[in-house]
């Protein structure tokens, strides 16, 4: 059965940092790429990064670009999303989810707020 | 960046009835379209890909169409299980982008 595991979020004050982690079982994680999905309190879904299954292909949302770095560690079958200097409006749901621009598997989401 | 624009908003059905929510893109996406389905406090889940493929486990009576830059998704004989909101997904290219969402109320 394929499970992701989200862990990380909490409160942290604007321009603070956060490391999200992700815990993928279930499947063959270094055949799949990677998503980083963000959904804030009452509103819908935002991409905000993709990794591609060896890490080579990286893409950010415009909105997180410079601020925030998604990797992988296929030996610890685990995606990361490194946010810094983080604002107000990041606060949401992130969830990390399997494949590429074919989204089959989600996980639970972890919530991350800034705010001071 | 493809504007994803879906609609109704909102709908409001019974159990039994048929509902039908519109996704537009804002460029051709040929076939390259998903659907998911979201409850309260639950992750989205992956209902349809590539615009009118089902994905498995999910019920036959949910059903995708279209292809280019209008596209459905129709549920027939509704269910209470079926209250939800409902995103599309366009999987063209990056930056993914999804439309604002339906909510489905059964009445």
């Known amino acids: 059965e394929v499970q992701l595991a989200e862990s990380g979020g909490g409160l942290v004050q604007p321009g603070g940092s956060l490391r999200l982690s992700c815990a993928a079982s279930?499947?063959?994680?270094?055949?799949?790429?990677m998503n980083w999905v963000r959904q804030s309190p009452g509103k819908g879904l935002e991409w905000v990064a993709y990794?591609?299954?060896?890490?080579?292909?990286?893409k950010y949302a415009d909105s997180v670009k410079g601020r925030f770095t998604i990797s992988r560690d296929n030996g610890k079958n685990s995606l990361y999303l490194q946010m810094n200097t983080l604002r107000v409006d990041d606060t949401a749901v992130y969830y990390c989810?399997?494949?590429?621009?074919?989204?089959?598997?989600w996980g639970r989401g972890t919530l991350v707020t800034v705010s001071s | 960046d493809i504007q994803m624009t879906q609609s109704p908003s909102s709908v409001s059905a019974s159990v039994g009835d048929t509902v039908t929510i519109t996704c537009r893109a804002s460029?051709?996406?040929?076939?390259?379209l998903a659907w998911f389905q979201q409850k309260p406090g639950k992750a989205p889940k992956f209902l349809i890909y590539?615009?009118?493929s089902l994905q498995s486990g999910v019920p036959s009576r949910f059903s995708g169409s279209g292809s280019g830059t209008d596209f459905t998704l129709t549920i027939s004989s509704l269910q209470p299980e079926d209250s939800a909101t409902y995103y599309c997904?366009?999987?063209?290219?990056?930056?993914?982008?999804f439309g604002q969402g339906t909510r489905l109320e059964i009445k």
């Open positions: 989810a399997r494949g590429g621009l074919r989204l089959d598997y």
């Open positions: 279930g499947f063959k994680f270094n055949g799949y790429e």
């Open positions: 990794v591609s299954g060896f890490g080579s292909d990286i």
């Open positions: 460029q051709d996406i040929n076939s390259w």
């Open positions: 590539a615009a009118s």
């Open positions: 997904q366009q999987a063209k290219t990056f930056p993914i982008t």
